[in-house]
């Protein structure tokens, strides 16, 4: 079975630009988590999909993240405008039913560095 | 207060021995907690869940759960070098979501 994929592994970009990361759950995983971690802190919850509807977006720091998982498969993460702070490694982790919901297996993350 | 802490290390234990780490939460109304491994620049890898006050076996790992306390363990017994990592505690909180500590650093000395 194949593992949490995610796109890219790294993205370097201009404060101001936009960039749009890609997620890609294991297959058959209704539930789908973003998470970011800031240089230092912790891993910090910002929103999940069950299939193609958002749960929970209450992590999202702005309304300059967007997220969107049409067809309830993969998921994109866009950040536009982005800033400086927004710079982290940015995770994605899916679970299979709500049954197992706690049970979340993680990709290996894109790190953003925005310059 | 954070809702989940844990020591942030390093903590240095040879190789053999057993590794503690240790994490409190603040929600008292948790009820399933996780550790993480995660090698450094790698993605968080699940090793242990525990839903129940007690202890869990799996391996050389046993997890420990109190719920009065508000307190879970994790015990890494015959300590490798290929344990040497970050742990991190995650505790799925009353508000539906899982809540990670900052991580342990684990280091196993030869």
């Known amino acids: 079975e194949a593992g949490v994929t995610q796109f890219p592994s790294h993205s370097v970009i201009e404060k101001g630009q936009t960039v749009t990361l890609r997620c890609d759950p294991i297959?058959?995983?209704?539930?789908l988590y973003w998470y970011r971690r800031v240089m230092g802190k912790e891993i910090k919850f910002l929103l999940h999909?069950?299939?193609?509807?958002?749960?929970?977006e209450s992590g999202m720091p702005n309304n300059r993240f967007l997220a969107e998982r049409t067809g309830g498969t993969y998921s994109t993460l866009k950040v536009q405008p982005a800033e400086l702070e927004d710079s982290g490694v940015y995770f994605c982790?899916?679970?299979?039913?709500?049954?197992?919901?706690?049970?979340?297996?993680f990709g290996p993350g894109t790190r953003l560095t925005v310059t | 207060q954070k809702e989940v802490e844990q020591n942030s290390g390093p903590l240095s234990v040879p190789e053999g021995a057993i590794a503690s780490l240790n994490c409190t939460y603040s929600?008292?109304?948790?009820?399933?907690f996780f550790w993480y491994r995660q090698y450094s620049g790698k993605s968080p890898e699940l090793i242990m869940s525990?839903?129940?006050?007690g202890d869990k076996e799996d391996g050389r790992f046993t997890a420990q759960l109190n719920k009065a306390s508000q307190y879970v363990s994790l015990l890494i017994r015959d300590s490798q070098p290929s344990d040497s990592a970050t742990y991190l505690c995650?505790?799925?909180?009353?508000?539906?979501?899982?809540?990670f500590g900052s991580g342990t650093r684990l280091s196993i000395r030869p």
């Open positions: 999909f069950v299939k193609e509807s958002k749960q929970d």
């Open positions: 929600d008292r109304g948790s009820q399933s």
């Open positions: 995650a505790v799925y909180s009353s508000a539906s979501k899982i809540i």
């Open positions: 982790a899916s679970s299979r039913s709500l049954t197992e919901i706690h049970e979340q297996y």
């Open positions: 525990i839903y129940s006050n």
């Open positions: 297959s058959g995983h209704d539930n």
